[in-house]
């Protein structure tokens, strides 16, 4: 089974910082049928469900600001808000898409605090 | 406005078991393959189980294959997860989730709708 790492666990970022966060997967996510990085990342913030951020890696989902992105491929990725706003304080996490067999696994996710 | 809303939480014994509902609309859930992803307190999230469009394509996390069922009605617009001989590790929200697509050769791998989650507490 694939294990995605995230890191770290949790960081502390001022307002207008880049916050930075990587997740690590146990095997290649890249697949050769179509050339995509089946690695997804997601908000969570208290008593909400999680709000898809990335897919493809690098492909912002509908409505996400663009100081939000994903770059990365292989087993190596990461997330990068540019400019940190004060909603942006929650936990993130990676998650992979497998279809031999099908699973997704998710990060263990990281807090991301308001310094 | 396109969302999911489960149903059907609750308090169970160990043991016990539990349906839970999860109703779309806005869209046509036969249009979507979805699933049943939980988090555990204080812990983070875990995908359970995966259903095709029709049905005919399932899987499950290990972790509950064997006890879960996931089934789905088109013509309710309705996905449900049958749960027996549930554990106090089974302590969770639920949330039912919508895999993301832009056409049939444009899946995401990612869940792009989620609802809002039901509470399942086993206990006694």
């Known amino acids: 089974d694939i294990v995605m790492t995230q890191s770290p666990d949790s960081l502390a970022v001022s307002l207008g910082e880049r916050a930075t966060i990587k997740c690590k997967s146990s095997?290649?996510?890249?697949?050769?049928?179509?050339?995509?990085?089946?690695l997804a990342w997601y908000q969570e913030k208290p008593g909400q469900p999680p709000k898809l951020l990335i897919y493809?890696?690098?492909t912002r989902a509908s409505g996400v600001p663009d100081r939000f992105s994903g770059s990365g491929s292989g087993t190596d990725f990461t997330l990068t808000i540019s400019s940190l706003q004060a909603e942006d304080a929650a936990v993130y996490y990676c998650q992979q898409y497998d279809n031999m067999p099908l699973v997704y696994t998710f990060g263990q996710g990281t807090k991301l605090e308001i310094k | 406005e396109v969302q999911l809303v489960e149903s059907g939480g609750g308090l169970v014994q160990p043991g016990g078991s539990l349906r839970l509902s999860c109703a779309a609309s806005?869209?046509?859930?036969?249009?979507?393959?979805v699933n049943w992803v939980r988090r555990a307190p204080g812990k983070g999230l875990e995908w359970l189980s995966y259903i095709s469009t029709s049905g005919d394509n399932i899987h499950y996390a290990d972790s509950v294959r064997g006890r879960f069922t996931i089934s789905r009605d088109n013509a309710k617009n309705s996905l449900y997860l049958e749960m027996n001989s549930l554990r106090a590790e089974d302590t969770a929200v639920y949330y039912c989730?919508?895999?993301?697509?832009?056409?049939?050769?444009?899946?995401?791998?990612?869940?792009?709708?989620w609802g809002q989650g039901t509470m399942v507490t086993v206990s006694t």
């Open positions: 806005g869209f046509s859930l036969s249009s979507y393959d």
């Open positions: 095997q290649s996510i890249l697949y050769s049928y179509d050339n995509k990085n089946y």
């Open positions: 989730a919508r895999d993301g697509t832009d056409g049939p050769d444009d899946y995401y791998g990612a869940f792009d709708i």
């Open positions: 493809w890696a690098s």
